[in-house]
């Protein structure tokens, strides 16, 4: 596609229940990232891939957290067990390659009731 | 460890005026990269600029130019003659080479541009 595609826009989901957030890369893109966003503060590393492979998953606040890339392409980030901290905006980005700029998509504002 | 740092937390210009925009960062890396990036209101992150750290040259885009200055380890964002469609939140932000390993990005807190017309 022309950008980077996030479904939902907005989620709001009770707490405890799991929510699974898309993206679509832009076409070609081989990096993949996924970023956290709260108010008021700059986005926070998460995940990132190239292709299929997961490369580092250092910023998963924990193991309520996961995400795949099964093809290469489109992404999905899981939270499983939902609480109120974890509302946020959830952005992704890609990029043609490894330490290439980053497109970020419209992000998927999340909350957690 | 990777930082950066906005130290303002927000400005506010009359339009027309000039404005400048300071990042400060912390690597131990020697190949690295800085950007910055404008968050308007509606939300989006809007990619302005990508610098290696081997190019000090200032660059210049239009009304907008960047300073890299190793030494002081500073990526300052200059507007000249704001208008008001600048008024965004500015996002400095650093990330390591092919040699770390990563690419994950390290943002700074950002600065609130308000210009008033």
């Known amino acids: 596609g022309a950008g980077v595609s996030q479904s939902p826009r907005y989620k709001v989901t009770k707490r405890g229940q799991d929510v699974a957030l898309r993206c679509d890369p832009i076409?070609?893109?081989?990096?993949l990232y996924w970023y956290r966003q709260a108010l008021g503060q700059g986005p926070e590393f998460l995940t990132y891939?190239?292709?299929?492979?997961?490369?580092?998953k250092s910023g998963l606040p924990n193991d309520r957290f996961s995400a795949e890339r099964p093809e290469g392409s489109i992404s999905t980030l899981t939270i499983q067990r939902t609480e109120q901290r974890d509302s946020a905006m959830y952005r992704c980005?890609?990029?043609?390659?490894?330490?290439?700029?980053?497109?970020f998509g419209s992000g998927t504002r999340l909350t957690v009731v | 460890a990777q930082k950066v740092t906005q130290a303002q937390t927000e400005i506010s210009v009359v339009e027309k005026e000039d404005v400048t925009l300071d990042c400060v960062y912390e690597?131990?890396?020697?190949?690295?990269?800085l950007f910055w990036y404008k968050q308007p209101p509606s939300g989006e992150l809007v990619f302005l600029i990508r610098?290696?750290?081997?190019?000090?040259q200032n660059e210049i885009s239009g009304r907008y130019s960047w300073n890299f200055q190793k030494s002081t380890s500073s990526f300052n964002f200059t507007i000249t003659a704001s208008q008001v469609v600048d008024s965004a939140v500015y996002f400095c932000?650093?990330?390591?080479?092919?040699?770390?390993?990563?690419?994950?990005?390290?943002f700074g807190t950002g600065t609130r541009l308000k210009v008033l017309a």
């Open positions: 980005a890609s990029s043609p390659g490894p330490g290439r700029g980053y497109t």
């Open positions: 076409s070609g893109h081989v990096s």
């Open positions: 891939f190239n292709y299929e492979a997961q490369q580092d």
């Open positions: 690597t131990r890396d020697t190949t690295y990269y």
């Open positions: 610098r290696n750290s081997f190019d000090e």
């Open positions: 932000a650093l990330s390591g080479g092919a040699h770390s390993g990563t690419y994950k990005y390290i």
